[in-house]
């Protein structure tokens, strides 16, 4: 039996489930990353995750191990979407959910839908660039600044964490200060400009986004930070978590917590930034169902120098309750190896191994995030 068997799981970083049932089409487009099925007669599910639906759910829809992608998804639509989130979900071993509610792509469930549907207890995670991109149509470049931090600290009553897509608009050049009132107005006034006349919202304008990680440290709340491997918009080469080193050494007394998400293919960046800061947290979300074989390969990667007390366990599902099963599943089969073999080569004690692993499946995101206070 290895050490991880029994842990339940905190999900620090998800999304909700499409509640209702799927067509072929709309499962393969939440299964990839990318914007595009794969052109006939190519398979978008002949991947890494592919293999991990036909071999780690399929069982649980009653069907043979590695079946064919087509008699998964004939299952899948025969059992309705009820019947195969109770299973998929029942079998996750996960017992806490904090949603970001920010990605709207799909019809996904709200936390409090998520808390009907799963049973479990689920926090809401704000997006700050979503908060901007409400309340600027309403709003002025001059008073674009008090209008945010009046939703901001609204915002906050609920929420149990902060995230930001800075990665997505713009990257990690974040420099190690906030921008001026007047940098703010001045930019305000052309994001503002732009959108009058396109009718397009989308925050995008640099030191609009700067200014919404500053206004949300004063806060303390954990802020999620979007690392490395994405959809289409992200530059990856702006997406490596180094390029935010000074940013991270100004903001090591402010109070506030950031937790690097996903973070492949910079897993060894991130863990050395959780490393050398003690307010920088990571995890490997996302490609623990994405990587599918090759998942233990991240895990191992984020095990090599980060503090046993930074790591978090994420699963970054969106939509699709397989992937909430193969990234708890992959997590337990391969920190369980990994700690099984440390144990083996008498690095660390059986005890010990127990409770690096109880840290990062749910000790240090209880600790961090003040679980306790929102039970």
């Known amino acids: 039996m290895s050490v991880t068997d029994s842990l339940s799981l905190l999900d620090h970083h998800c999304h909700g489930l499409v509640p209702t049932s799927l067509t072929g089409e709309e499962f393969r487009l939440l299964a990839t990353e990318s914007d595009h099925l794969a052109p006939t007669p190519q398979e978008t599910l002949d991947s890494p995750i592919g293999l991990a639906i036909r071999s780690r759910c399929a069982p649980l829809l009653d069907l043979p191990r590695h079946t064919e992608i087509d008699a998964y998804l004939d299952r899948r639509a025969e059992l309705g979407a009820d019947e195969v989130h109770r299973r998929l979900m029942g079998a996750s071993g996960i017992s806490r959910l904090l949603i970001d509610t920010g990605f709207e792509a799909s019809p996904v469930a709200s936390p409090s839908t998520m808390a009907e549907i799963t049973g479990l ?3 809401e995670i704000v997006r700050l660039e979503r908060i901007a991109e409400h309340i600027a149509p309403a709003s002025t470049a001059a008073t674009f600044a008090s209008d945010f931090l009046t939703a901001l600290t609204e915002a906050a009553e609920r929420a149990i964490g902060f995230k930001s897509i800075i990665v997505y608009r713009f990257g990690f050049d974040i420099p190690p200060e906030p921008p001026s009132d007047a940098e703010v107005v001045e930019a305000a006034g052309r994001w503002f400009s732009a959108a009058s006349a396109t009718g397009d919202w989308r925050l995008t304008e640099p030191v609009i986004l700067r200014h919404l990680l500053w206004a949300a440290i004063p806060f303390g709340k954990p802020i999620q930070l979007h690392t490395g491997y994405g959809d289409s918009d992200i530059q ?78 994420s699963s970054d599902a969106y939509g699709l309750a397989e992937q909430y099963l193969i990234s708890s599943l992959s997590w337990r089969t391969q920190l369980g190896r990994l700690l099984d073999s440390w144990i083996a080569d008498d690095w660390t004690t059986a005890e010990q191994a127990r409770r690096i692993a109880g840290l990062i499946a749910s000790g240090n995101a209880e600790r961090l995030y003040g679980i306790e206070d929102h039970a």
């Open 236 to 313: 990856l080469f702006r997406a490596d978590p180094s390029r935010a080193t000074r940013f991270f050494a100004a903001t090591v007394e402010s109070g506030a917590a950031f937790t690097l998400l996903h973070c492949y293919p910079f897993i060894r960046e991130a863990g050395i930034l959780s490393q050398i800061f003690p307010h920088v947290y990571c995890d490997v979300g996302a490609v623990t169902h994405y990587l599918g074989p090759s998942a233990g390969v991240a895990i191992g990667h984020m095990m090599e120098v980060a503090p046993f007390t930074k790591i978090l366990f």
């Open 121 to 123: 207890p689920a926090h």
